[in-house]
């Protein structure tokens, strides 16, 4: 059973930063590319980015590029997402994603996906 489990939400000011992190279970991370998304309220589930299996190779949507930066540990099966100079508008449940197939990268929201983690921007 796959399992996604993302944490190191929370509330921060404009500006500030966060790390986000998602252990991995139940396939073997260390072949699929993983993603994130993200969800604010009323609005639909917006693509964030994706990195390889190997780490090698990542892509952001334009709304995120050059302030969110992933990262990944396969040794630990765990997934980050840093976060920094943070909006208001970056304010969302986050949530990592598995590829749909081993060593293909998708940019699209992937259906698997954990509960998520929420990140607040305010002052």
């Known amino acids: 059973e796959v399992k996604l489990v993302e944490s190191g939400g929370g509330l921060v000011q404009p500006g500030g930063s966060l790390r986000l992190s998602c252990a991995a279970s139940?396939?073997?991370?260390?072949?699929?590319?993983m993603s994130w998304v993200r969800q604010a309220p009323g609005k639909e589930i917006e693509w964030l980015s994706v990195?390889?299996?190997?780490?090698?190779?990542?892509y952001y949507s334009e709304s995120v590029k050059g302030r969110f930066t992933m990262s990944r540990d396969n040794a630990k099966n765990t997934l980050y997402l840093q976060l920094n100079n943070l909006k208001t508008e970056d304010t969302a449940m986050y949530y990592c994603?598995?590829?749909?197939?081993?060593?293909?990268?998708?940019?699209?929201?992937?259906?698997?996906r954990g509960q998520g983690t929420q990140v607040t921007v305010s002052q």
């Open positions: 139940g396939f073997p991370f260390n072949h699929y590319a």
């Open positions: 994603g598995k590829g749909p197939q081993p060593f293909v990268v998708t940019k699209l929201v992937p259906r698997e």
């Open positions: 990195l390889d299996e190997s780490g090698q190779r990542s």
